[in-house]
């Protein structure tokens, strides 16, 4: 039911609000959801493949994707970020917050890794859904975006030295150098690179950085926060 009822709210510019409630949300107006309701919905559909439920929802997840075109490349230049801590998938992570110590602002200064992963997952499970429901043309656009995207994601985000995803400060272009589980959100989302250096991320970085008694913490061990 959630992945119906979600984009059955969303507004007429595309964006699919990431609160709607009887309490006072002010503090979260003009967010987004994060984008991840089409690969709920195309899990979902692997799950109960019913093609009427990938045509209710289909076209709105496009418009969704398109209000993320729209709105958040903060410099126009195909690479994604978020506008808020809770728009974003770790917002109880030290990035999220303000230098000031605003709590969940301070994703607004960069450019995100995560982002983007998030992005090309939607574009993967879109032109998926493209492919079942016979939208050829559409298809073919998604396929056009994802290849853009993997490049741009790479080129701006991905550090060769350090082998490693950052986000990237909008007003100066420099990578911000802390490490947590959203770094590696790119490679979930399936971005073409040597297998060579997926597997020397993960081990130095991943199982070597933020693996420990607990699995997948929010910081390295070596994160000063």
């Not at 595309?14 to 994060?34: C, E, K, Y």
């Not at 100066?172 to 020397?200: K, T, Y």
Request: aromatic share 10%; glycine share 8%; hydrophobic share 35%.
């Amino acid at each position: 039911d959630q992945m119906t009822v979600f984009p059955s709210l969303q507004n007429r510019d595309g964006r699919i609000p990431i609160a709607i409630s009887n309490h006072d949300v002010t503090d979260l107006q003009g967010l987004s959801t994060v984008p991840a309701l089409a690969f709920g919905t195309w899990r979902t559909y692997q799950a109960d493949p019913q093609i009427s439920f990938l045509n209710e929802v289909y076209d709105s997840l496009c418009r969704n994707i398109e209000w993320w075109y729209a709105h958040r490349q903060p410099r126009d230049d195909g690479v994604f970020g978020f506008a808020h801590g809770q728009e974003g998938s770790g917002d109880d992570h030290p990035r999220a917050d303000e230098g000031s110590g605003a709590l969940r602002g301070g994703m607004k200064h960069f450019l995100s890794p995560d982002a983007c992963g998030f992005i090309l997952m939607e574009m993967h499970c879109l032109a998926r859904m493209a492919d079942v429901l016979g939208r050829t043309q559409d298809q073919t656009q998604w396929r056009l975006r994802i290849d853009a995207l993997n490049r741009r994601t790479r080129e701006v985000c991905h550090d060769p030295g350090d082998n490693l995803f950052y986000d990237v400060d909008i007003a100066s272009g420099q990578f911000r150098r802390n490490i947590s589980p959203w770094h590696f959100v790119p490679l979930w989302a399936g971005i073409p690179m040597e297998r060579a250096l997926v597997q020397d991320m993960i081990r130095r970085h991943l199982l070597g950085k933020l693996m420990g008694r607990a699995p997948f913490p929010i910081v390295s061990r070596d994160d000063p926060a």
